[in-house]
């Protein structure tokens, strides 16, 4: 069914096409005469479309938002939740980008929860349950408030495409997209975030019927699309829990988990959430009994979505997944809040594809619960993603020149995986349309990096979802200091961050070096020390003199104690909570991130040893295996430094491609002092520090 098309704000004026455009899908090469014009076109309203359609929208780029529905912009389809481990630490990168999610939550949030409180702030997971009515509210006032960017209602079918650059890699460069009432957009680039909507197929029990998400209808024209362009895809699948009644559930005998006090926001920009402490709403806890499992056991015939035909997520699998694969166990089930004035809890743990009836005879067999009302059953979703392989790591198509990809259509999971591709698709697809470099967050700059490389490198068989556990740079990577990493260049180099957010982590980042040195500055003698604030157990074996900014490594110090000890000059340190708070966090992780510089440091200089994207691995003349040049061409690395984390690719190999592109970026190096007479110029000899530049 094809939905209807509506304009909403004003569009811009339309453009004469371009000549040489036609169409992906047919060998038709009419395209409608007046069709309008933009330099940005994103398909998909979700966590990544939102947040690429509005970072290309704050780089100045004129940018056109498609989806099926403009009611369900902002939809939270899965768990009414944002962050955790991992994931904490995308948003606050997200938001130091000037993305949108993060100040969102702050603004809907009514449970929020530092989690690894445990261990240090580096692995800390911001996280917060959503009021799912004011998340949609608050992220639609967002996209439709943004200066340039005009959101439209349609389903696209097509695109429009036309002759390749010939500076670029790829068969053909995207030029628009044809929507379903067969009219034409033309776009200087696209960003494709259809998430689970490409031939998505919803499964409950035997049933299944075409769909991205329950009640919304799939993209299928666009995978055809995709498909006859040559694109790698594959199939993967996720599910949902039962939604629940809260006024039928008995939490008497359930485990109570409050929420902090005081939340700790998202954004750099909030200073206190919206919400107050006390009136934060608590989660609870229980688990599933055996009576569950033998259900499940007993039925498996009925569930086809079960089947280990396609992958499903490995680190929230479904019900019938744990059973199968960890038997005999009670296995934790959260109850979750949807909302203040909602009366809806999600069960998260509890995702499964039963029959409806099979559903809720699971759900009456936990303890809590058995008199609790299902009002809506659980269902899984089929659907294709592409390759990410087939991708740079700025998220451009390496076979659609001016084709962007973001979420999960590549083959990821989760809403903040999704924001994060977003705005970096939305970034770079802004900057290719102004002729601008790339945007690129490497892997010792940030979570989003990591995630990116990873997928671009390596690809996925399984959907993926960001751990601490994948950052090689924990201790210098934390969300405390996303702002210093991000923010700067953000301004800077993608145009994308607010003059207001610069000019506060500009303030910031003086602060805190003001701060550290007025701290190391400030030495006593141990004793000294010791007198003015004996509860710090400080070593008696520690070298004297100390500075403060020592002292503050130990976990009994913080900035208050120490301005109570020494007033004058650190008291004006300690008024400010941030910078105190971050200040404490700089002076534990000191030793870390020194010691970690050297490992960066090489990172980077392989990150900095650039491959050639035309470059034939099957032909050069290198000592490399049939096997590893078969890996090196499906895998199209961009740097030394990708070649390394490609699985099977021996160190010895890529010694080998090394002093290949070394030689020959020398050679070339030659070729281009030599005058067209073919000698050296007088007085130009061969520069070392040419060679050292390490790019060709």
């Not at 200087?188 to 998505?200: A, E, I, N, P």
């Not at 001016?402 to 591709?421: I, K, M, S």
Request: net charge positive.
């Amino acid at each position: 069914m094809l939905l209807r098309s509506a304009w909403r704000r004003l569009a811009l004026p339309p453009a004469p096409p371009r000549p040489g455009h036609r169409r992906a899908g047919s060998e038709a090469a009419g395209v409608a005469a007046a069709a309008p014009r933009y330099e940005v076109v994103v398909i998909g309203g979700g966590h990544a479309g939102t947040e690429a359609a509005a970072a290309a929208a704050r780089g100045g780029a004129r940018t056109l938002l498609l989806t099926h529905r403009i009611d369900t912009i902002g939809e939270m389809s899965c768990n009414p939740s944002f962050g955790g481990i991992g994931k904490g630490h995308l948003m606050r990168e997200v938001d130091a980008l000037d993305g949108l999610c993060g100040r969102v939550c702050d603004r809907s949030g009514l449970h929020y929860k530092v989690l690894n409180r445990c261990k240090g702030p580096a692995v800390w997971g911001l996280r917060a349950q959503i009021d799912r009515r004011r998340y949609r509210h608050y992220m639609q006032r967002e996209i439709l408030n943004t200066p340039l960017l005009t959101v439209r209602e349609a389903s696209v079918e097509d695109l429009l495409l036309a002759e390749p650059e010939p500076d670029h890699p790829g068969k053909c460069q995207v030029t628009g997209v044809v929507l379903g009432d067969g009219s034409t957009v033309h776009a200087g680039s696209v960003v494709l975030t259809t998430g689970t909507f490409l031939r998505g197929m919803i499964f409950i029990g035997l049933e299944m019927h075409p769909a991205g998400r329950l009640g919304d209808q799939p993209a299928i024209g666009l995978a055809h699309t995709l498909e006859k362009l040559g694109f790698a895809v594959g199939r993967l699948k996720t599910g949902t829990p039962p939604r629940l009644a809260k006024d039928t559930i008995d939490f008497s005998g359930l485990e109570e988990r409050v929420a902090d006090n005081p939340p700790v926001p998202f954004s750099f920009l909030t200073e206190a959430v919206w919400i107050k402490p006390e009136d934060q709403l608590s989660c609870y806890l229980t688990r599933t009994t055996l009576k569950a499992q033998q259900i499940i056991h007993d039925n498996l015939h009925l569930n086809n979505h079960i089947k280990e035909t396609t992958r499903g997520p490995r680190y929230c699998p479904s019900l019938e997944s744990k059973v199968l694969r960890f038997p005999n166990r009670q296995h934790q089930v959260w109850l979750e809040p949807e909302g203040l004035e909602s009366n809806v809890i999600y069960p998260q743990g509890l995702s499964m594809t039963l029959p409806p009836e099979l559903q809720e005879q699971v759900i009456k067999s936990i303890p809590g619960l058995e008199k609790a009302k299902m009002l809506q059953p659980g269902y899984g979703v089929q659907y294709d993603f592409l390759d990410p392989r087939q991708l740079t790591a700025s998220l451009e198509s390496r076979l659609v020149q001016r084709l962007f990809f973001a979420g999960q259509v590549n083959g990821t999971t989760g809403y903040e995986e999704a924001a994060a591709q977003g705005v970096i698709a939305g970034i770079n697809a802004c900057l290719r349309v102004h002729g601008k470099p790339p945007f690129i967050v490497s892997r010792t700059e940030g979570y989003i990096g990591v995630l990116i490389d990873d997928l671009t490198t390596l690809g996925t068989s399984e959907p993926y979802r960001m751990f601490t556990s994948r950052v090689e740079f924990r201790m210098s990577l934390r969300p405390d200091n996303a702002d210093a990493r991000l923010t700067h260049r953000g301004f800077e180099e993608a145009g994308c961050v607010s003059q207001q957010r610069y000019e506060r982590a500009v303030k910031m980042r003086a602060a805190l070096e003001d701060g550290i040195a007025t701290l190391k500055s400030l030495q006593l003698s141990i004793s000294k020390w010791s007198q003015l604030i004996p509860e710090v157990l400080i070593s008696s074996s520690r070298r004297s003199p100390a500075s403060a900014f020592d002292i503050l490594q130990y976990p009994e110090a913080n900035m208050g104690v120490l301005a109570r000890a020494v007033p004058e000059p650190l008291r004006k340190l300690a008024q400010w909570r941030e910078l105190a708070e971050r200040l404490k966090i700089e002076a534990a992780y000191e030793w870390c991130v020194v010691n970690q510089q050297q490992e960066i440091e090489e990172v980077r200089r392989d990150e900095a040893l650039q491959l050639p994207e035309d470059l034939d691995y099957f032909a050069i003349d290198a000592s490399l295996s049939a096997e590893v040049r078969e890996k090196l061409d499906s895998n199209r690395p961009q740097t030394i430094g990708a070649v390394s984390r490609i699985p099977g690719i021996t160190p010895a190999a890529i010694v080998n491609l090394l002093r290949f592109v070394k030689s020959n970026h020398q050679k070339t190096e030659k070729l281009k002092t030599l005058p067209q007479t073919g000698k050296y110029l007088p007085g130009e000899m061969y520069s070392e520090k040419t060679t050292s530049q390490r790019q060709i």
